[in-house]
């Protein structure tokens, strides 16, 4: 990993990645978008090794800008390697998980499709001149094993659900196109596990009956799975323990 884009840098998990990736890849430069690069922590805006971007997954009105600063860091005719998609939504203040249909909003709904699905689709549209070199390319969406349709046995959290589910089926569209026109590529869904973070943090109560992982351990896992990550993984869904989750 020498040239990789995280989005959604400033969160528990994009941020963990960032820094574990400078960590374990000496020679790597990472590109961080997120809403507000003054969020992001002190090591990624301090080190000469990252670029932060302002960048909203729900405004496609940002990605010129963002391709435009992308250009000055990551020239397209040397590429991205690596492309990790760490932006997500499951709770607001005007957002949270249902627990029953009544709950259901059509702007909740929306919401959580503009930053799960829709910000990530649009943003590989805008990356493509980037991934047309000749190595090869990791392409992987954080998602949730919520987003499974067949490991749901509990229901609720409409939104969120629906929106990670249609971000597996995009990412596993993605698998099928991108080896044509960028190969080599492998597009992959992974699985974080339960993570510390602001996203989880509503729910500690009932996280005490789970494994939760610090954002450094989810961080190291996946980046375990993903380095092993090969043309042959591609359109797969993999869990943080790299074993692979059913859709």
């Not at 949730?144 to 990412?171: E, P, Q």
Request: hydrophobic share 45%; charged share 20%; aromatic share 6%.
């Amino acid at each position: 990993m020498k040239r990789v884009l995280i989005a959604g840098a400033s969160g528990a998990i994009g941020a963990a990645l960032a820094e574990a990736i400078l960590a374990e890849h000496p020679d790597s430069w990472v590109v961080g978008l997120c809403r507000d690069p003054d969020r992001a922590p002190e090591t990624l805006r301090s080190s000469d090794r990252v670029t932060l971007v302002p960048w909203d997954a729900s405004d496609s009105g940002s990605l010129a800008s963002m391709t435009e600063a992308l250009e000055s860091v990551f020239p397209a005719r040397e590429g991205i390697d690596t492309v990790i998609y760490a932006a997500g939504l499951l709770h607001s203040d005007t957002v949270f998980p249902e627990k029953r249909l009544e709950d259901l909003s059509a702007d909740a709904m929306s919401q959580a499709f503009a930053v799960n699905v829709t910000g990530f689709a649009l943003l590989v549209q805008a990356l493509i001149p980037w991934l047309r070199h000749k190595e090869l390319k990791r392409i992987a969406a954080i998602s949730a094993k919520v987003g499974s349709i067949t490991d749901n046995r509990f229901g609720g959290w409409y939104a969120y659900r629906c929106s990670k589910a249609a971000l597996n089926m995009l990412v596993r569209t993605m698998s099928v196109e991108l080896p044509r026109r960028c190969r080599p590529a492998a597009c992959v869904v992974l699985h974080p596990g339960t993570t510390e973070s602001e996203l989880s943090a509503p729910f500690s109560q009932s996280l005490a009956k789970l494994t939760v992982h610090t954002p450094a351990e989810t961080a190291k896992n996946l980046l375990n799975v993903l380095g092993a990550v090969t043309e042959e993984d591609n359109g797969r869904f993999l869990s943080w323990d790299g074993s692979e989750l059913p859709w």
